[in-house]
């Protein structure tokens, strides 16, 4: 079945630091692929998109590209704030077909940022 | 706008004690989802409705959880009898479904955390 391995359980950086958090996914069909973010005591929310036909999704400075060959869609920023302190999700769309709206979520990456 | 709401916001129960959670999607929307988060398995689907149809039922948690849509707008989740294993965070999410589309976003709630001793 679908899948999507997201290896890093926590990540500590300084403000300014680069961010690049790994994501791999597994799908026999055309993927849609997320990122969502959640803050401490709220819900995920989702950050940015991507599916094969615009290969690449920009939000809040934070960019994801989509790669066939490596099936990966890791999430980076250039430099990360305190305020970017969340929990990161990818997340890979499960179509089967007919009621393609749900989600698969990897595990999470909680991102400590340090002023 | 009104996003999704949950209540209680915290639940404490005893062991074989019946809970029942809340949730309220956005207003419109035809897809709404249960969801259990914990930092050991992430987020797992509970259950997936569309139009008040019950979509998915996830395995798993078949037994002892049972979700309901009242009517458009109102959910619930009854955990019954509750173990201290089911103590996690109890998220609802909802979207709106259209036909030709392969993804709706899907808008959480700030969710439940439920403690069972």
């Known amino acids: 079945g679908d899948s999507v391995t997201q290896k890093q359980g926590q990540v500590t950086l300084s403000e300014d630091d680069f961010l690049f958090i790994n994501c791999t996914y597994s799908?026999?069909?055309?993927?849609?692929l997320l990122w969502y973010v959640q803050y401490l005591g709220q819900g995920p929310q989702l950050l940015l998109k991507?599916?094969?036909?615009?290969n690449k999704g920009i939000s809040r400075g934070f960019e994801a590209t989509y790669d066939k060959g490596t099936t990966s869609f890791h999430l980076q920023k250039a430099s990360v704030q305190e305020s970017d302190s969340a929990v990161y999700f990818c997340a890979l769309v499960d179509w089967d077909g007919s009621s393609g709206n749900k989600l698969i979520f990897g595990i999470g990456t909680l991102l400590s940022v340090k002023p | 706008d009104a996003g999704v709401t949950q209540t209680p916001r915290h639940e404490v129960a005893e062991k074989g004690q019946t809970i029942i959670l809340k949730c309220e999607p956005v207003s419109g929307h035809n897809d709404l989802f249960w969801y259990r988060q914990t930092k050991i398995q992430g987020l797992e689907l509970l259950s997936y409705?569309?139009?008040?149809?019950?979509?998915?039922d996830g395995g798993a948690f078949k037994d002892r959880f049972k979700a309901e849509m009242l009517n458009s707008s109102f959910s619930t989740l009854k955990i019954q009898p509750t173990e201290p294993k089911d103590s996690a965070v109890y998220l609802c999410?909802?979207?709106?479904?259209?036909?030709?589309?392969?993804?709706?976003?899907?808008?959480f709630g700030p969710g439940t955390r439920l403690t069972v001793l």
């Open positions: 409705f569309r139009s008040k149809s019950l979509m998915e």
């Open positions: 999410a909802s979207s709106l479904w259209l036909w030709g589309y392969n993804y709706a976003e899907q808008f």
């Open positions: 799908t026999t069909t055309y993927p849609t």
């Open positions: 991507v599916t094969t036909a615009n």
